[in-house]
């Protein structure tokens, strides 16, 4: 597997806890958190390999003219904190070069007993679409346990549960998982994937956010989810300004790597 370490690393430091710059060590840390093994995840990182890469990836960045990276001065003796780095003021949201700004375009809206009857099942079927191109057997699951596709490859079986909801015309979308499943599953190789059916440059597509159980228990704590009556609940919207997609409850968070990522 090819890493690109310097896409991980502008990953990390357009973070909003990275505002102010992070050391080497928990940019490391970060990325290994990220990609920490799980349904696509077939060539697991090694902490010392990324933070041996992402060093000299970040002192050969900081020394080129052009370069979204920057070392952090010491505020009382304004000389570069060793080992610290950001992302230049000037490029402080920049787009991972793999994501692409997203252009929702008046989302179509469907009749209400076409969702009710269809939509869910279509986007069952979308995951598996896009898990057989990347090799995996899947299969759908006859009984509703929490558990909708169950996918395999390498003798290695992991569990998705798939949520499948339209945009709506302010390009927000609104789902929910139910907290008992959810806490049925801790532990276990589980992926939530949430299928958001739009309209992009007048062509209605898909776009897939995946998410681990670890990665929804720290958005809760982040407060960019929280526990509702009916589960879990999960909101996104698309940024009017810059085009990304935003986790938002009490906080805002940018979930842009997470979207259409499949090597979660």
Same mark, same amino acid.
């Given at each position: 597997?090819?890493?690109?370490?310097?896409?991980?690393?502008?990953?990390?430091?357009?973070?909003?806890?990275?505002? +102010? *710059?992070?050391?080497?060590?928990?940019?490391?840390?970060?990325?290994?958190?990220?990609?920490? *093994? *799980?349904?696509?995840?077939?060539?697991?990182?090694?902490?010392?390999?990324? !933070?041996?890469?992402?060093?000299? &990836?970040?002192?050969?960045?900081?020394?080129?003219?052009?370069?979204?990276?920057?070392?952090?001065?010491?505020?009382?003796?304004?000389?570069?904190?060793?080992?610290? !780095?950001?992302i230049?003021?000037?490029?402080?949201?920049?787009?991972?070069?793999?994501?692409?700004?997203?252009?929702?375009?008046?989302?179509?809206?469907?009749?209400? +007993?076409?969702?009710?009857?269809?939509?869910?099942?279509?986007?069952?079927?979308?995951?598996?679409? %896009?898990?057989?191109?990347?090799?995996?057997?899947?299969?759908?699951? &006859?009984?509703?346990?929490?558990?909708?596709?169950?996918?395999?490859?390498?003798?290695?079986?992991?569990?998705?549960?798939?949520?499948?909801?339209?945009?709506?015309?302010?390009?927000?979308?609104?789902?929910?998982?139910? +907290?008992?499943?959810?806490?049925?599953?801790?532990?276990?190789?589980?992926?939530?994937i949430?299928?958001?059916?739009?309209?992009?440059?007048?062509?209605?597509?898909?776009m !897939?956010?995946?998410?681990?159980?670890s990665?929804?228990?720290?958005?809760?704590?982040?407060?960019?989810?929280?526990?509702?009556?009916? *589960?879990i &609940?999960?909101?996104? %919207?698309?940024?009017?300004?810059?085009?990304?997609?935003? &986790? !938002?409850?009490?906080?805002?968070?940018?979930?842009?790597?997470?979207?259409?990522?499949?090597?979660?």
């Open positions: 597997m090819i890493v690109d370490y310097k896409e991980m690393v502008e990953t990390v430091l357009t973070e909003k806890v990275a505002s +102010q *710059g992070l050391h080497l060590k928990d940019i490391a840390n970060r990325i290994m958190e990220s990609h920490s *093994g *799980g349904l696509f995840d077939e060539s697991p990182l090694v902490y010392d390999d990324v !933070y041996k890469n992402i060093s000299a &990836l970040l002192s050969r960045e900081v020394r080129k003219t052009v370069t979204v990276f920057s070392k952090v001065k010491n505020s009382k003796t304004k000389k570069d904190k060793k080992g610290f !780095y950001k230049k003021k000037a490029n402080s949201s920049p787009l991972p070069s793999r994501i692409k700004p997203i252009e929702i375009e008046e989302p179509k809206a469907t009749k209400p +007993q076409s969702k009710n009857l269809f939509t869910g099942k279509a986007g069952e079927c979308a995951v598996m679409s %896009e898990l057989l191109f990347r090799a995996y057997n899947v299969n759908s699951m &006859l009984v509703d346990d929490g558990i909708d596709i169950v996918a395999s490859k390498n003798n290695v079986f992991y569990y998705i549960q798939v949520k499948t909801t339209l945009f709506e015309a302010d390009s927000k979308i609104h789902t929910s998982i139910k +907290q008992v499943r959810f806490n049925d599953f801790l532990g276990t190789q589980i992926k939530y949430v299928v958001a059916r739009c309209s992009v440059n007048n062509v209605d597509t898909n !897939y956010f995946v998410f681990s159980n990665d929804i228990e720290k958005f809760i704590y982040n407060r960019t989810m929280k526990i509702g009556d009916s *589960g &609940l999960i909101k996104i %919207e698309i940024d009017p300004t810059t085009k990304r997609p935003m &986790l !938002y409850d009490e906080k805002r968070e940018d979930i842009s790597f997470y979207l259409n990522n499949f090597k979660l």
